[in-house]
């Protein structure tokens, strides 16, 4: 089991791109897996985050806060900003601008935290980055997804909040516990993880994409253009804020992963509460989470060559 998790682990990108393919071509192949389930999936997820977090990863919130800081208010506000941008630049409709908007207000996923280490970046860095911005979701991705947006559509601010909570810091907390009391069971059970997790976050992808596949063909190239370059873009300038600021390579790799990937299962998750009148919130999601795995593992093999 712990070959297979490794293996899971090491070869996601591609286990996710295949999935997500089969979900759009073959769609009728993954509708088993119903919406429903995606809630569940994205906690076992969180979960997992929980419980690979220690009170030393905390540490380096008081050790280095202005690198925290930094990559809280970048997270915040650079990735809201180039997607109400593009959004706006490439004239996508309501329902698309409101999914690519809520993409670009959702904190870093744990997949970052993967990608920084595969990259040689500062992994306790990326760690205290998505801890942060996580605990402070449940307050600025609604707040700030309902500035951008609020004279264009209905946005539940509310519902929003309470659906982190409950989606992502009550299993994170859940995890953090199981964590202190497990003991020596600890090392089994997080050789399991990378296992668990991306078998959940390719249910998530097949979830999303089967469902929405017919509306991913009618949106055209349009999202995906938009998808790429929000993407890019919050990688190179959270490389080019590291630059500005002269931290050490390591910093500067973290720092570009965490802000250029977000946690688009959690946008999948709540683009139909938040938006419960336009259908097509939900496609940028899912096409944030196929494009994020791939583009993230790219980036990994090339800032891995950089000499530190």
């Known amino acids: 089991m712990k070959r297979i998790s490794e293996f899971v682990g090491k070869y996601m990108a591609v286990i996710v791109l295949a999935v997500a393919a089969l979900a759009l071509f073959v769609p009728g192949s993954c509708l088993w897996i119903r919406t429903s389930w995606i809630n569940y999936l994205l906690m076992l997820v969180m979960f997992g985050m929980g419980l690979t977090l220690r009170p030393e990863d905390f540490v380096i919130v008081f050790k280095q806060p202005k690198n925290i800081v930094t990559g809280c208010l970048a997270q915040f506000t650079i990735m809201p900003l180039l997607a109400f941008g593009l959004g706006r630049v490439f004239g996508l409709e309501e329902g698309l601008l409101a999914g690519v908007i809520l993409v670009g207000t959702c904190p870093g996923g ?131 804020l590291g630059l500005t600021l002269k931290l050490p390579v390591a910093k500067k790799k973290a720092l570009a ?45 090339v800032l891995r060559r950089m000499d530190p």
Do not use: C
């Open 110 to 240: 744990t997949a970052s935290n993967v990608m920084t280490y595969l990259s040689g970046g500062d992994v306790p860095l990326s760690v205290g980055m998505t801890s942060v911005n996580t605990l402070l979701s449940p307050v600025l991705t609604p707040a700030i997804t309902y500035l951008l947006l609020r004279t264009t559509v209905r946005v539940d601010a509310a519902g929003m909040f309470f659906s982190i909570i409950r989606v992502v810091i009550v299993p994170i907390l859940l995890g953090l516990i199981i964590n202190r009391i497990a003991g020596e069971h600890k090392e089994r059970v997080s050789e399991l993880l990378p296992l668990v997790s991306v078998t959940a976050i390719t249910l998530i992808v097949a979830a999303v994409v089967s469902h929405n596949s017919e509306r991913i063909f009618q949106t055209g190239a349009v999202v995906f253009i938009v998808v790429i370059l929000h993407n890019i873009l919050g990688y190179a300038a959270g490389f080019l």
């Open 257 to 301: 992963i965490e802000i250029g990937m977000q946690n688009s299962g959690l946008a999948s998750s709540l683009a139909g509460s938040a938006f419960p009148d336009l259908a097509m919130a939900t496609v940028p999601g899912a096409l944030f989470s196929v494009w994020h795995n791939i583009s993230g593992a790219l980036l990994a093999n």
